[in-house]
């Protein structure tokens, strides 16, 4: 098993970072007012490609024609799709590159921009990947230089440096990034000084940290995937080293302060939790179990606190070792990068969300192993 562990709906209109309301996580959206195309990819490590689906009726994947693109890359594991699913990018660990494509709204087809890739840095060893919901900038946590690099993303999606470039992270072997809905924030999670980085997001997309400038996940936590609630509420962190989701409130200057209730368990001592999502409504939240091949399910109530769904976890399959997951953009499936079988799992989200599989239940990525996986606005 792999050491790395690594239709269409409108979606409501962002909601300021202010205030939390009673309704759990949801009340907020990403999107770019425009319908994204019904799209997911995954990012392959070892092959240093990309695999191509649409989805179809009940969630069903059909494999692009071709079905993978190369990244011009190695150590592929992360991926984001633009919100607007018109572009796609994937970071590259081996050279410390971007790769950069554009999207065919029917076919689903990449097509490499010019130039094909950008650089991190030299080094850099990029991980995480994130579009903001405007459309407007990328950013990478390159996790060997603890930094983060922005991008300008221009005419056709090409990318280039913002004038800031990177930054710091005052954190260790960053992995998973997230930016606030509304556009204002951006976290890193570093898994080697158990933290979160934490950013302003200004004019021309340059980064100021904020007061302090991390925050304690807890030791030994080591987290690794990130993800904001759609209101821009709450946070949630998956901590691979204590086999828990870690919570914070985000305040005033994006300060995060631990949740009421600030840790929960993702099931039994080593199911290392490694990369999160929350669908759209702000309801329910997932997790990956690598360690024991499946998906932690929760609901997001009052405070952010999060209440195990019933059952509180879904098998993804014998070892499958599931990484990457991802939620379309209408709420209804949930999908993951099983990297131990090669193949893609897919899941409809029940009454109190509650997952049942698709039909068929996986999708083969053939002899590529997938580790990220992306949907339109949801890496």
């Known amino acids: 098993m792999s050491t790395r562990f690594l239709s269409w709906l409108a979606l409501p209109l962002l909601m300021l970072l202010t205030g939390c309301p009673s309704d759990g996580g949801g ?8 319908v994204a195309p019904p799209v997911l990819y995954t990012a392959n490590d070892g092959s240093n490609n990309i695999s191509g689906f649409t989805v179809g009726t009940g969630g069903v994947l059909t494999p692009t024609t071709p079905a993978s693109f190369s990244t011009a890359g190695t150590s592929t594991e992360w991926i984001a799709v633009s919100p607007n699913g018109q572009f796609l990018y994937a970071s590259n660990q081996g050279p410390g590159t971007v790769s950069g494509y554009t999207i065919n709204s029917t076919t689903g087809v990449l097509t490499a921009m010019t130039p094909a890739t950008v650089t991190t840095g030299v080094g850099s060893s990029p991980r995480g990947i994130t579009v903001t919901p405007n459309g407007q900038f990328l950013y990478v946590a390159n996790s060997v230089t603890n930094t983060v690099a922005g991008f300008s993303i221009g005419a056709g999606g090409v990318l280039s440096p913002t004038a800031q470039g990177t930054i710091g992270t005052s954190g260790t072997l960053a992995r998973g990034i997230a930016v606030s809905p509304n556009g204002l ?3 890193v999670a570093n898994a ?3 933290n979160i980085s934490g950013f302003a997001i200004g004019a021309g997309g340059t980064l100021t940290a904020t007061s302090p400038a991390t925050f304690s996940t807890g030791v030994g936590s080591s987290p690794e995937g990130i993800a904001i609630s759609p209101n821009g509420s709450f946070l949630y962190v998956a901590s691979s080293g204590t086999d828990q989701i870690a919570a914070f409130t985000i305040g005033a200057g994006g300060v995060l302060a631990p949740a009421t209730t600030p840790t929960f368990s993702t099931g039994l001592v080593g199911s290392s939790p490694q990369r999160i999502i929350i669908s759209p409504n702000g309801f329910f939240l997932y997790v990956t179990n690598v360690g024991m091949n499946e998906i932690a399910g929760f609901t997001i109530g009052a405070g952010g606190l999060l209440t195990p769904t019933t059952p509180a976890a879904f098998p993804t399959g014998a070892t499958s070792a599931p990484v990457g997951i991802t939620v379309n953009t209408t709420g209804q499936f949930v999908y993951v990068a099983n990297s131990g079988t090669n193949e893609v799992a897919g899941f409809s989200i029940g009454t109190g969300g509650v997952l049942s599989q698709t039909t068929p ?10 580790v990220g996986i992306a949907t339109p606005g949801r890496p």
Do not use: K, M, Q, R
């Open 361 to 370: 239940a996986t999708f083969s990525t053939g002899a590529n192993i997938p």
């Open 192 to 194: 080697g000084s158990n």
């Open 185 to 187: 924030l951006l976290y």
């Open 27 to 34: 009340g907020g959206g990403v999107g770019e007012g425009t």
